[in-house]
């Protein structure tokens, strides 16, 4: 079966009640709008804030949602919107001058560093975080979905569907060729 | 070295920047929720919530925006490892607050100026939700 049936079905049966399928699906679907907040360049706590809020949404509007297959794309929409919302309340609060220029090319933060265990963990993620906003949200989507819906992603990303295969061999490609190029990831193997 | 594979590549993506450990608890706890049609009130500000980074802390004041109302909470640590809870609400009105515990809910009336409290609080998550005539607001989980 593929994912998004799958997790259609789960909210289906979410939707009469069942609080075992709505458990699945947090856990199936939590790791992807965690990275689609970080991907937005939201911190650790900021980023766990606005996934719960986004929960809190889908469960709201649970009756309102009329195509459950496409529930991934629903959360990973209002997590990208929540997201930029928790940004602006953030910048708001911020004295000035802490640079919108510096925050158009932040990578997002970094994991934090005693997590990189691997040497060539932390090699990946420094080159991970010199992709594109595009690579790296897509990059981080479809190595945390598996079986993908495209179709899903695209919709939710803005993307045309047939781009999604395409764009995420380029991504892969851009990165595979930064990691080859730097002596620190081979010397480590 | 060999050149990676796109699904050895996706493998360490995957790998980096994990969720932390008690994201799904604290979701789950979130929307275990009875009153689903409650307006979800927005963290405003940083946040002082988290699970940990900010345990030295001893006071913490953390601010939730919903449309018609904000509610603002003080969490102050007590000497015997419980903490107080000193809350507002604005605009003041006398409503009933509740904080959902995972073990069991404590419900409280705000005074005229939108003021109450929780005392000897446990720390671990909890979550607010505040009952109005014109529909209820409740908060995203915050482990306290």
Redesign the interface.
């Known amino acids: 079966m593929s994912a998004d049936v799958h997790l259609g079905d789960l909210l289906e049966r979410a939707r009469d009640g069942d609080r075992e399928s709505l458990r699945e699906l947090v856990h199936e679907l939590n790791p992807v709008l965690w990275r689609v907040a970080r991907g937005q360049g939201l911190s650790a706590e900021d980023a766990a804030d606005v996934v719960q809020t986004t929960w809190l949404e889908l469960l709201r509007r649970l009756h309102e949602i009329r195509s459950p297959r496409a529930v991934t794309a629903w959360l990973i929409t209002a997590t990208r919107r929540e997201s930029w919302h928790r940004q602006q309340r953030g910048r708001r609060d911020r004295p000035d001058s802490d640079g919108v220029l510096e925050a158009a090319v932040d990578p997002g933060p970094p994991p934090e560093q005693r997590l990189l265990t691997d040497e060539r963990d932390e090699v990946l993620w420094r080159h991970f975080a010199r992709l594109s906003d595009r690579c790296r949200e897509l990059l981080s989507i479809v190595a945390e979905v598996h079986r993908p819906d495209y179709a899903a992603i695209a919709s939710s990303l803005g993307m045309p569907h047939g781009s999604i295969g395409p764009t995420r061999g380029r991504c892969l490609a851009k990165l595979r060729e930064m990691l080859l190029a730097d002596s620190s990831w081979g010397g480590a193997s | 070295?060999t050149?990676?594979s796109?699904d050895e590549?996706?493998?360490?993506?995957?790998?980096?920047?994990?969720?932390?450990a008690d994201?799904?608890e604290?979701?789950?706890f979130?929307?275990e929720?009875d009153h689903?049609?409650?307006e979800?009130a927005?963290?405003?500000?940083?946040?002082y919530?988290?699970s940990g980074?900010r345990a030295a802390e001893r006071t913490r004041t953390i601010t939730f925006e919903a449309s018609r109302r904000t509610v603002m909470i003080t969490v102050v640590d007590r000497a015997d490892d419980l903490v107080r809870i000193d809350g507002w609400l604005a605009p003041g009105a006398p409503l009933e607050v509740e904080l959902r515990l995972p073990a069991a809910s404590r419900t409280v009336v705000a005074d005229g100026a939108g003021r109450f409290v929780f005392d000897e609080v446990p720390h671990g998550l909890a979550q607010l939700l505040v009952h109005a005539s014109d529909g209820r607001v409740?908060t995203?989980?915050l482990v306290l």
Request: zero cysteines.
């Open positions: 070295m050149s990676p796109d590549l996706l493998a360490a993506i995957a790998r980096l920047d994990r969720p932390p994201l799904d604290r979701v789950l979130a929307i929720l689903i049609d409650a979800v927005r963290l405003a500000g940083p946040a919530a988290g980074a409740v995203p989980s």
